[in-house]
């Protein structure tokens, strides 16, 4: 009798592994994978058309009327400006120039400007062959304008360019 008991006690062991084995397999996984599922759908943004669209009790209904490739296109707009740094400004570009001593010079060109002691904040970069320096953050001409005056004697080639600049201190 004791051999048909561990015959017995391997059989229900081996159906117990198999058996957790297919739980995890069959149950367990496909709810994982639910789950993960539904919270990345949740986690999407909504659109402007979706939340102008989503009725409340407190509020009224507002139906959109347009074409079809309208919401696309706004959608594509939204998704292209959340991928950008920054936004559309100006900066001042007080130095650019190539050639073998052009990081000297870009270098002294920065400390001279930093020494002005004005709280502007400057950027470097490098466009092949050029060195260049920027600073400030603008939203208008007119406020890079100001700086301009400012500093066109100490920097007699510096001029306004549109670029990406970094959003505003709140």
Not at 28 to 50: A, G, H, R, Y
Not at 75 to 83: D, G, L, P, T
Not at 122 to 137: A, N, S, W
């Amino acid at each position: 009798m004791t051999q048909v008991c561990n015959c017995h006690r391997k059989k229900k062991a081996i159906f117990a592994r198999t058996n957790t084995e297919f739980v995890k397999k069959h149950v367990l996984l496909p709810i994982f994978l639910l789950l993960i599922l539904t919270n990345s759908v949740n986690c999407q943004v909504k659109s402007i058309f979706d939340e102008v669209e989503q009725n409340s009790p407190q509020e009224g209904k507002v139906q959109i009327i347009q074409e079809g490739n309208i919401k696309e296109i706004v959608e594509k707009h939204q998704w292209n400006r959340s991928k950008k740094r920054g936004i559309e400004g100006y900066r001042i570009r007080i130095y650019s120039n190539s050639g073998p001593e052009a990081k000297n010079e870009f270098e002294v060109a920065k400390a001279r400007f930093i020494n002005l002691n004005f709280d502007v904040r400057t950027y470097e970069e490098f466009d092949y062959p050029f060195y260049k320096i920027y600073v400030g953050d603008f939203r208008t001409r007119s406020e890079a304008m100001y700086l301009l005056k400012k500093i066109e004697y100490q920097f007699p080639g510096a001029f306004i360019v549109q670029k990406q600049i970094n959003y505003p201190n709140l």
